[in-house]
Structures are given as structure tokens and as C-alpha cells.
């Protein structure tokens, strides 16, 4: 006789897992949001959607799909909103589901992007890399290998962690 048993991983056949594909839409600030642009298309294969001029030729307001996802960006403009540059770093990670973070991951830092964490499968199902853009940005961009339970991802992470 032959038992089976289940197991609480499995194979994934979606990039996007369900519960981010709805997620909050990041707007940016950056110094030089045109040049921003231009580097995310060569680095990331960010799509410009469209982009608000304004008279003295900075960017008001401007939006880009990367693999999918929407992100809003613009020019810093002082007291409301800096850019990381001007901050010394930056207290957001951006997350971007991708179908290939290595292919990604080469990419990106061909176009000048600095790797901070190269290509690794991850305790919680991901395949991830860690880049930061030239504007100081740090983007997370992973490939979904695995769906787990909440309850596997906290083993994992306390096997690793402990």
C-alpha cells in the first residue's frame, strides 16, 4: 500500500502572487525624474505610460509599468518632498514581482544600477535581488517560486533566524 502525504509547499504556476496583486501604487520622488525615466526603461524595461510637464521642463507627475506593476514618480520639490539623494538614503523598499530576477538583476546593473544583494531563493517561496537606482532608490525585485502557508514561512524564518 501506498500513502501520500502533503506537504505545505508547492509549485507556483503565477508570477504575482494573489494577495499582491492589488497592492499600493508607490509614488517617487526623485532629482531629475526625465533621466529616472529613461534609466528605468534600460534597466528595469519600464514602459512610460504618460508624463506631466511642467513650464520650467521638471516632471509633476509621471507614471511607469515595470513587468506590470505601476509606479508613479516625479521631480522633488523641496519642503513636501525630498529625494533620497537629498536624505542620505531612503526608508522604502520597492517590491516588483519579475519573471526572471537574474536576467533582471544583469540587466540593471549593466545599466548602472548597484547591486546590494545578488540573485538568491529566499526562506519565504522568492527568488530575490536587491538593486539601488542612481536616484537612491533600493528596489527588491523577486520571482515567485513556491506558495506557502503563513505558518511555513515563519518555521523557515525562525530555522534561519535562530
Request: aromatic share 8%; charged share 20%.
Amino acid at each position: 500500500m501506498t500513502t501520500s502525504t502533503t506537504t505545505s509547499t508547492s509549485t507556483s504556476t503565477t508570477t504575482v502572487p494573489e494577495n499582491y496583486r492589488n497592492a499600493v501604487i508607490a509614488h517617487v520622488m526623485v532629482d531629475g525624474a526625465a533621466s529616472a525615466i529613461d534609466f528605468y526603461a534600460k534597466a528595469f524595461g519600464a514602459e512610460e505610460l504618460f508624463r506631466i510637464d511642467s513650464p520650467d521642463g521638471r516632471i509633476v507627475h509621471a507614471e511607469v509599468s515595470i513587468h506590470g506593476s505601476t509606479i508613479m514618480l516625479g521631480d522633488a520639490d523641496g519642503p513636501l518632498f525630498s529625494a533620497p539623494t537629498a536624505l542620505g538614503g531612503t526608508t522604502v523598499g520597492l517590491h516588483v514581482f519579475v519573471e526572471d530576477v537574474d536576467a533582471l538583476a544583469q540587466q540593471a546593473t549593466a545599466a548602472g544600477a548597484e547591486l546590494l544583494q545578488p540573485p538568491a531563493d529566499q526562506f519565504h517561496g522568492d527568488r530575490t535581488a536587491m538593486l539601488r537606482d542612481p536616484y537612491g532608490h533600493v528596489w527588491v525585485f523577486l520571482t515567485h517560486l513556491e506558495d506557502l502557508t503563513s505558518d511555513e514561512v515563519t518555521r523557515r524564518a525562525r530555522e534561519l533566524f535562530s
